[in-house]
């Protein structure tokens, strides 16, 4: 089956910790993005990545770190300096090179600081 | 900058009734514009998208929208809603080529039975 697998579904961080959030895929999509999606804000960009050892800052990047070392892989770790953590996070993919513009977007992880 | 309002927070409808969602984008240039569904407990699902060509758009499980280039606006369209439409909507809009979106704040409906 090909899709986004974004692990874990929740995840649970103390205050000042660093966690890292799984984004993996079997689409053979090249460009990967991280958004944040809170109540009455939509959903918001963080970090993008186009090809391999590339990626770009989204609107919202401060707090937030990410790596491209694999085209099937785009890990966003949540730093102890993102003062408001708690969200629901969501990883996106897209085929670049076409007309067929759309994401498809994973299942999510919920982060919640305790 | 891009951006994409969304004015409808909250909507409630019953059962058969009509359903109008508002979208206008800020962009002067040619855009690509989307709607996407988020069902209770599901990830994020295409409804439909325009990128060219007929300005009327049909989607999945019967909805549709019209891009009205004059008024910069995408709205969503169902002539007759179902209790299992009740979901977050949401609209975007790209510029061809950038494939970055700017989402817009979403719209929660509720369709009572």
């Known amino acids: 089956d090909g899709g986004i697998t974004q692990s874990p579904k929740y995840l649970f961080r103390k205050e000042g910790q660093n966690v890292t959030l799984s984004c993996e895929q079997n689409?053979?999509?090249?460009?990967m993005y991280w958004y944040r999606q809170d109540p009455g804000q939509g959903l918001r960009l963080i970090y993008y990545?186009?090809?391999?050892?590339?990626?770009q800052k989204g609107d919202i990047a401060e707090g937030y770190s990410v790596s491209r070392e694999k085209k099937e892989s785009f890990p966003l770790t949540v730093t102890s300096a993102q003062k408001n953590p708690t969200a629901f996070y969501l990883c996106a993919t897209h085929f670049t090179g076409t007309e067929n513009y759309g994401y498809t977007f994973g299942s999510g992880t919920r982060l919640t600081v305790v | 900058a891009q951006s994409v309002s969304q004015h409808n927070h909250h909507v409630i409808l019953s059962e058969a009734a009509s359903l109008e969602l508002g979208c206008n984008y800020s962009?002067?240039?040619?855009?690509?514009l989307f709607w996407y569904v988020q069902y209770p407990g599901q990830h994020l699902q295409l409804l439909l998208k325009y990128f060219s060509g007929d300005p009327l758009v049909k989607g999945i499980k019967g909805f549709e929208a019209e891009f009205i280039k004059s008024k910069f606006s995408f709205n969503l369209r169902k002539p007759s809603v179902q209790w299992s439409d009740t979901a977050e909507y949401f609209c975007a809009v790209t510029s061809p080529g950038t494939y970055k979106y700017i989402f817009g704040t979403g719209t929660r409906l509720k369709v009572l039975a």
């Open positions: 990545s186009q090809i391999v050892n590339d990626f």
């Open positions: 689409l053979n999509h090249d460009a």
């Open positions: 962009y002067g240039g040619t855009v690509n």
